[in-house]
């Protein structure tokens, strides 16, 4: 996969959630809930990707491994949607297969569907640093 997020800076927490033993995913891998303490990798956007976090680990599929290691906090780079620009200071979603975008005012309300706090702004497709787990 392309447009891996990749750390910048600590402190890191990492939990584990599950995973199916099919699923590949690639460190670096925007996740989103799937179920119950439950992950997945996001193919694309709507109304119910709520953000899990960031794999820490890759998982190969169908290795028997069914939990991964997800960041839940820390500083990433990660790839803007190629269509939107992300504005400093505001909080972010997942925007697609590892893109994030501005997050609209009900997700604000909401929270559920929040990364983090874009520490810059960027313009289309460009990476920038995103505090994850922090809105």
Same mark, same amino acid.
Do not use: C, W
């Given at each position: 996969?392309?447009?891996?997020?990749?750390?910048?800076?600590?402190?890191?927490?990492?939990?584990?959630?599950?995973?199916?033993?099919?699923?590949?995913?690639?460190?670096?891998?925007?996740?989103?809930?799937?179920?119950?303490?439950?992950?997945? +990798?996001?193919?694309? /956007? =709507? #109304?119910?990707?709520?953000?899990?976090?960031?794999? *820490?680990? %890759?998982?190969? &599929?169908?290795?028997?491994?069914?939990?991964?290691?997800?960041?839940?906090?820390?500083?990433?780079?990660?790839?803007?949607?190629?269509?939107?620009?992300?504005?400093?200071?505001?909080?972010?979603?997942?925007?697609?297969?590892?893109?994030?975008?501005?997050?609209?005012? +009900?997700?604000?309300? /909401? =929270? #559920?569907?929040?990364?983090?706090?874009?520490?810059? *702004?960027? %313009?289309?497709? &460009?990476?920038?640093?995103?505090?994850?787990?922090?809105?």
């Amino acid at each position: 996969m392309a447009n891996e997020a990749t750390p910048v800076n600590g402190p890191y927490i990492r939990q584990d959630f599950t995973v199916l033993d099919a699923e590949a995913i690639e460190k670096g891998t925007l996740l989103k809930l799937s179920g119950a303490r439950t992950v997945t +990798a996001i193919e694309t /956007s =709507g #109304a119910d990707v709520f953000a899990a976090g960031i794999a *820490a680990a %890759a998982k190969v &599929a169908s290795d028997g491994q069914t939990n991964i290691a997800v960041h839940r906090q820390g500083i990433f780079k990660v790839a803007v949607n190629p269509d939107l620009a992300v504005g400093a200071g505001m909080p972010v979603v997942i925007s697609g297969a590892n893109f994030i975008r501005n997050a609209l005012e +009900a997700e604000i309300a /909401s =929270g #559920a569907a929040i990364l983090g706090t874009a520490l810059q *702004a960027g %313009a289309a497709g &460009a990476f920038i640093e995103v505090d994850i787990g922090r809105f």
